[in-house]
């Protein structure tokens, strides 16, 4: 048997209990196909790098799977005619990951971090240059308004 790594987005609008219910049901198909699921991980509700079918955000779930190729067509299948799920991917791997995957590693580190997933924000930027004000050295000098009236 194959294995292969399948990540799929499900519509903002779907609850997690939803999703997670989605997550089973396509682990059945495989399984009931003669296939295993090794790992199911719900990355959460992120943004998406653009429009896909009216969504902004998604709902991302990544399935390891160790099946026959007609399970993997009728997962891929039952996950194009759902209409809670905006785009799948499947892509056949050499080696599956154990562990958790990358995406949760980096979620894991953000939350580590002392001031929650943006760091410090200030720590590691550069000192800040100064500017010239108006009228200092590099910048010109004020001109004095004149209506022609004053002598």
């Known amino acids: 048997m194959a294995l292969y790594e399948n990540v799929f987005i499900a519509r903002q609008d779907v609850p997690t209990t939803q999703v997670e219910a989605l997550t089973e049901q396509f682990a059945e198909v495989v399984t009931g196909l003669g296939g295993t699921v090794s790992k199911k991980e719900y990355w959460g509700l992120r943004s998406l790098t653009y429009r896909i079918k009216k969504n902004r955000k998604g709902h991302y779930t990544l399935l390891n799977i160790d099946a026959p190729s007609a399970a993997v067509k009728e997962m891929e299948r039952t996950m194009s005619i759902n209409e809670d799920i905006i785009r799948f991917l499947t892509v056949r791997v050499d080696a599956l990951e154990e562990g958790p995957s990358a995406v949760m590693q980096r979620s894991a580190e953000k939350s580590d971090r002392p001031g929650g997933d943006r760091g410090d924000r200030w720590g590691d930027r550069p000192p800040r240059r100064e500017r010239p004000r108006f009228g200092d050295e ?13 002598e």
Do not use: F
């Open 138 to 150: 590099g910048g010109a000098a004020p001109v004095a308004a004149t209506t022609g009236d004053e």
